[in-house]
């Protein structure tokens, strides 16, 4: 089956600092999706790609479908204490309407 | 109510209990998601309901059993669980055009 690689596992950052963090298939993906999960609760929704080399931001949050379709990066600028949580990349292939979940990136702000 | 809901968000349990975990959408969508999130693992996909339609992971034991009497109400029944199924359980819905998975706040679930 499908499988996405999400790097780094874990990042422990200083606030103020911007952020990158990346997923990686082995196959073409259709769609990319990035969440964000805090402690307890569901992943929520950040940004949603559709098309290869599109890059679209929301706020400081920034990430781009990868010309390839293999990959996918998101960008935290100026990081914040609450952007503390467990980002999640996901992804559609060519194979049914089933999303692949990257391991998640735990990410860690000191004030 | 907006969104996905589930209930209810803690359940402890007894490995000779059965007990149901509920799920409800309120946005209009046609599919929805059980998943099973482990420490330090992917998300699980277990069971997809889409128009009607059950997709099962077959690698999900029998000891789960899903229900799904209409597009906006979603249950997950458990019954001789394993210490080893405790975990958050996540619930999702979409609408069927859209990739796009909106999720609820999950169950912990701790069997004993």
């Known amino acids: 089956g499908q499988q996405l690689n999400q790097s780094p596992q874990s990042m422990f950052i200083q606030e103020g600092e911007d952020v990158s963090m990346n997923c990686t298939s082995s196959?073409?993906?259709?769609?990319w999706l990035w969440y964000k999960q805090d402690p307890g609760e569901g992943p929520v929704l950040l940004i949603a790609?559709?098309?290869?080399?599109e890059l679209t931001s929301n706020g400081r949050l920034t990430a781009q479908f990868g010309i390839t379709r293999k990959d996918s990066f998101l960008n935290i600028s100026a990081s914040i204490p609450s952007d503390v949580g467990i980002y999640f990349c996901?992804?559609?292939?060519?194979?049914?309407?089933?999303?692949?979940f990257g391991g998640g990136t735990r990410l860690m702000v000191k004030p | 109510e907006t969104g996905v809901t589930q209930t209810p968000r803690h359940l402890v349990m007894g490995m000779t209990n059965k007990k149901s975990l509920k799920c409800e959408q309120h946005l209009g969508h046609n599919a929805m998601y059980w998943y099973k999130q482990s420490a330090k693992k992917p998300l699980e996909l277990m069971f997809v309901y889409s128009l009607e339609e059950r997709v099962e992971n077959n690698s999900v034991p029998s000891r789960f059993s899903p229900e799904c009497p209409n597009s906006s109400h979603l249950f997950l029944h458990l019954h001789t669980l394993q210490p080893e199924d405790s975990a958050l359980y996540l619930c999702a819905s979409r609408q069927g055009y859209t990739d796009t998975q909106y999720f609820g706040p999950g169950t912990r679930l701790t069997v004993l």
């Open positions: 196959s073409i993906f259709n769609t």
């Open positions: 790609l559709y098309k290869a080399g």
């Open positions: 996901a992804g559609r292939g060519n194979a049914g309407n089933m999303l692949t």
